[in-house]
């Protein structure tokens, strides 16, 4: 009979995700990973068979995540508010830096985007949508949720040049 889980999966990754912030994603180890979360390397290793497994479990979770914001963010205008809107949902409910650095999870932003973009904005070939994801992965490498944020509204300022700036409230 197994020995039963005394952390569960959900609290390995959200220990991933910190160590991951913390240390990097490139350079974190199962180490790292166990001694955050209080296990042995070998028990991370029986359960996600090695570090690629564990980063693809991280990165599962934040597209599963992601998928939900992007439903319970419904569609019900188009232009930079509500862009900002999605982009604000985003940022209080993930690890963005995590989640810029995932392509998988990258493109399915941009999805996000492109989806809240106006008619003049989309018929530029994604470019806004482009722009703005190069903000995000940029700004998440160099600050917290308040600075994306602010970087974010900055970047729809400068595209949407010439709108009311209430648009941006």
Request: with cysteine; charged share 25%; hydrophobic share 45%.
């Amino acid at each position: 009979m197994p020995r039963p889980k005394l952390v569960s999966d959900t609290e390995i990754l959200d220990a991933t995700r910190r160590v991951m912030l913390r240390d990097g994603a490139e350079r974190f180890t199962l180490a790292d990973v166990a001694r955050e979360v209080g296990l042995s390397r070998a028990a991370l290793i029986q359960r996600f068979a090695n570090k690629a497994g564990l980063e693809k479990q991280v990165a599962a979770s934040g597209l599963d995540a992601l998928h939900g914001l992007i439903a319970a963010s419904p569609i019900t205008n188009k232009g930079p508010r509500q862009v900002i809107g999605f982009l604000d949902n985003v940022l209080k409910g993930l690890e963005i830096s995590l989640l810029a650095a995932d392509a998988g999870c990258a493109e399915v932003l941009r999805h996000g985007i492109m989806a809240r973009l106006d008619e003049p904005s989309r018929v530029r070939g994604g470019e806004v949508a482009d722009m703005l994801m190069t903000v995000v992965q940029g700004a998440a490498t160099q600050g917290d949720r308040d600075f994306v944020a602010g970087r974010l509204r900055l970047a729809l300022r400068l595209i949407y040049a010439g709108r009311p700036i209430e648009e941006f409230a």
